[in-house]
């Protein structure tokens, strides 16, 4: 887990996965005044898509990230929805890259996430930034909704998959995924 003493910054960055705890989290930090915007990208939706063609209406979870966001006071204006069809936190990090490089004015994010997903979200982000025409710090923040703390992990099964599965995904960017960033 990374979890860095959070500053002021220009934007949360919201990931998607897990968003029920990462949403709740980002909306303290919204406001307790960390940044004045909620910036995350739109997900894959394949399978919402085969659903929707059938006739049944349900609600991305993006829509539902969106929801719950003003719902927790973020105001609509403060929410920005990139377009793009991510499926990996690699492909968040390659669209937020975009949408900062046409705003020049940012230069410090806050990646909101879970717990065991820290540490690797931040290695993705600060390698995707590198290629911008300007430093920008990335700061991670993990959800405190989540059950995980990453104390004692080895003693609980889930909290074993996380920290096994996290590890082998850090090996994976390490060793072959960071070169396409």
């Keep these: 887990m990374r979890e860095d003493s959070i500053k002021k910054s220009d934007?949360?960055?919201?990931?998607?996965?897990?968003?029920?705890?990462?949403v709740l989290h980002a909306a303290d930090l919204y406001h307790a005044g960390y940044a004045p915007n909620l910036v995350f990208c739109a997900e894959s939706n394949s399978g919402l898509q085969l659903l929707l063609n059938r006739g049944i209406?349900?609600?991305?979870?993006?829509?539902?990230?969106?929801?719950?966001?003003?719902?927790?006071?973020?105001?609509?204006?403060?929410?920005?929805?990139?377009?793009g069809n991510a499926t990996s936190t690699q492909m968040e990090a390659l669209i937020i890259r975009d949408y900062l490089s046409k705003q020049p004015e940012i230069d410090t994010l806050t990646i909101v996430s879970t717990p065991g997903h820290t540490r690797r979200a931040g290695m993705i982000f600060e390698k995707a930034m590198k290629s911008l025409d300007r430093r920008v710090v990335i700061y991670t923040?993990?959800?405190?909704?989540?059950?995980?703390?990453?104390?004692?992990?080895?003693k609980d099964r889930e909290d074993i998959q996380i920290v096994v599965i996290e590890y082998l995904k850090i090996f994976n960017f390490l060793v072959f995924e960071q070169w396409e960033l």
């Design 141 to 154: 923040s993990p959800s405190s909704y989540s059950n995980f703390t990453g104390e004692k992990w080895w």
């Design 57 to 83: 209406e349900l609600k991305s979870s993006n829509q539902q990230c969106r929801y719950a966001a003003i719902k927790l006071g973020i105001p609509d204006d403060s929410i920005i929805l990139l377009p």
């Design 11 to 22: 934007a949360l960055v919201l990931l998607m996965g897990s968003y029920p705890e990462r």
